[in-house]
C-alpha cells in the first residue's frame, strides 16, 4: 500500500465481546440503519470486526434486505469477502472492496458502515464536500477524507488508492457516491453515521434557503471537533446513545426484539 498513508497503532477494538454479543449487535445495527430509512435496498454493507481471528469479519448476506438481518444468518468473510466458514448464504465479495481493505490496513477500526442516502449522496456531488459551519459538521472538521468516484467499487485496483484518500480519518466521502465511516466498535460507528447524516441534512436544507450562510471561524471549527473527540472517547456515550435508539426501535418494531 501507499506508504504515505499513516500506520496506525495496532489495537483490539471490542475486546472482552464474545462473537454472540457481536452477531446481536450488528444485527441491531443493521435493523436501526433500515428503522431510520438509510437503507439501499439490499445494498451496501456493515462490517465488524472478529476479535481473536486474523482478518475475520461478519457481514451481512447478499441478497437480503437489512430488515432480515439476524444474528444467525451474518457471513464470517475475509478481507476479500469470500466465505471463511460455511453458510447456506452467499456472500457479495465485490461489495466487500471497499470494507475489506480498511479493515486490513487500519487495526484501530472494528467497524465499517457505508451508506448513500439521499442528502449524503447529494452532499458528495458537490465539489466543496461537507460543510462545517453546522452544529454537526464543525463535529468533523479535520476528519474527513475524499476520495474521487471511479465508478462502481468492485476493482482490487482502486482499493489502494481507497485507503490513500481515508488516511488516517473516519470519514471517507465517496465523491458522487456515498459515504464510509469506520470506528472502533458499532456504537462509536453508529454515532459517527448519524453525525454524517445529520451534516448532509442540515447542508442540503441550508443551501434550499436564498443568501449565505453564517461561516464559523477556524479555531471555533477545531474546538468542536476536539469536544466531539472527547465525547468519543468516552466510549460509554455512544453505548448510551445506540442502546437507547435500540430500545426505541424495539418498542416501535417489535419483530426486532
Not at 233 to 254: E, G, H, Y
Request: charged share 20%; proline share 6%; aromatic share 8%.
Amino acid at each position: 500500500m501507499n506508504s504515505q498513508t499513516p500506520s496506525m497503532t495496532p489495537s483490539t477494538p471490542m475486546a472482552g465481546m464474545t462473537e454472540s454479543d457481536l452477531r446481536m449487535q450488528l444485527a441491531d445495527f443493521y435493523h436501526l440503519v433500515s428503522y431510520l430509512g438509510w437503507t439501499e435496498l439490499i445494498f451496501n454493507h456493515i462490517s465488524v470486526r472478529l476479535p481473536g481471528e486474523e482478518h475475520a469479519y461478519l457481514v451481512n448476506p447478499m441478497g437480503l434486505h437489512y430488515d432480515e438481518v439476524t444474528p444467525e444468518n451474518l457471513l464470517v468473510v475475509g478481507v476479500d469477502g469470500k466465505l471463511l466458514r460455511d453458510s447456506p448464504y452467499k456472500p457479495n465479495p465485490a461489495g466487500f472492496a471497499l470494507h475489506g481493505v480498511i479493515h486490513e490496513h487500519r487495526p484501530d477500526v472494528g467497524c465499517v458502515a457505508h451508506t448513500h442516502t439521499t442528502p449524503i449522496s447529494a452532499m458528495t456531488m458537490k465539489g466543496f464536500g461537507i460543510d462545517h459551519d453546522s452544529f454537526y459538521g464543525a463535529q468533523l472538521y479535520g476528519r474527513v477524507g475524499y476520495h474521487t468516484f471511479e465508478g462502481i467499487t468492485i476493482y482490487d485496483e482502486e482499493r489502494e488508492r481507497i485507503l490513500d484518500s481515508l488516511k488516517n480519518k473516519h470519514v471517507l466521502v465517496l465523491r458522487n457516491h456515498g459515504i464510509a465511516v469506520c470506528e472502533a466498535d458499532i456504537p462509536l460507528t453508529f454515532f459517527l453515521l448519524w453525525t454524517v447524516q445529520r451534516a448532509a441534512e442540515i447542508q442540503c436544507a441550508a443551501s434550499a434557503i436564498p443568501g449565505a450562510n453564517n461561516t464559523l471561524p477556524e479555531e471555533i471549527k477545531q474546538k468542536c471537533a476536539d469536544d466531539a473527540q472527547r465525547l468519543k472517547d468516552n466510549a460509554s456515550f455512544a453505548t448510551l446513545l445506540f442502546d437507547a435508539m435500540v430500545r426505541k426501535m424495539k418498542r416501535d418494531r417489535p419483530e426486532f426484539a
